[in-house]
T-cell receptor, first 111, second 113 residues
Framework: DAKTTQPNSMESNEEEPVHLPCNHS???????IHWYRQLPSQGPEYVIH???SNVNNRMASLAIAEDRKSSTLILHRATLRDAAVYYC????????????FGTGTRLKVLA | KAGVTQTPRYLIKTRGQQVTLSCSPI?????VSWYQQTPGQGLQFLFE???????NKGNFPGRFSGRQFSNSRSEMNVSTLELGDSALYLC????????????FGPGTRLTVL
């Protein structure tokens, strides 16, 4: 089954861009890439998702490699409120799994 | 619009007991998914319901079951509780099944003694 690999933690300075990487080398052609984040003591919150093309929304941008084996979540200007665990997720119809969560990257934003 | 609500928020049970958790999705949402979150295993998908039918199931034993009612509310049940079932159980709703944005509730913290 396809899975994702993310760095355990990253740090960023406030007001600077943040690039959060995700590796999904075994992704299949119909798997979507989703990003969610989880603030302390809360359920995960949707950030963005995509299939093949790069995607932008008001929260972030998602850059997907041409071979789709990796992707990068881009926060254009990190704020203290962006400190959270960021999950890169594949939604797959193969096997019996629906959503496969990575281990997540804990983002620390420094003031 | 009210968000996803889960009841109860906290629960303490003993080994061997069973437990039922409830999830009310956002109004109009027809898909409900359940997840288990533990420090060791992270977030793991349990199952998804859409229009009262289970569409997908994760890799959990049969002690974990669920159902969805005609008003889209969902319940999950865990029978014969084990210490390892202690976790945060999260419910998420979305408009439709499939690759849609999911809205998560705050979770139910289950402790098994």
């Amino acid at each position: 089954d396809a899975k994702t690999t993310q760095p355990n933690s990253m740090e960023s300075n406030e007001e600077e861009p943040v690039h959060l990487p995700c590796n999904h080398s075994t992704i299949s052609g119909t798997d979507y890439i989703h990003w969610y984040r989880q603030l302390p003591s809360q359920g995960p919150e949707y950030v963005i998702h995509g299939l093949t093309s790069n995607v932008n929304n008001r929260m972030a941008s998602l850059a997907i490699a041409e071979d789709r084996k990796s992707s990068t979540l881009i926060l254009h200007r990190a704020t203290l409120r962006d400190a959270a665990v960021y999950y890169c997720i594949l939604s797959t119809t193969s096997g019996t799994y629906k959503y496969i969560f990575g281990t997540g990257t804990r983002l620390k934003v420094l003031a | 619009k009210a968000g996803v609500t889960q009841t109860p928020r906290y629960l303490i049970k003993t080994r061997g007991q069973q437990v039922t958790l409830s999830c009310s999705p956002i109004s109009g949402h027809r898909s409900v998914s359940w997840y288990q979150q533990t420090p060791g295993q992270g977030l793991q998908f349990l199952f998804e319901y859409f229009s009262e039918t289970q569409r997908n199931k994760g890799n959990f034993p049969g002690r974990f079951s669920g159902r969805q009612f005609s008003n889209s509310r969902s319940e999950m049940n865990v029978s014969t509780l084990e210490l390892g079932d202690s976790a945060l159980y999260l419910c998420a709703s979305s408009l439709l099944a499939g690759y849609n944005e999911q809205f998560f509730g705050p979770g139910t913290r289950l402790t098994v003694l």
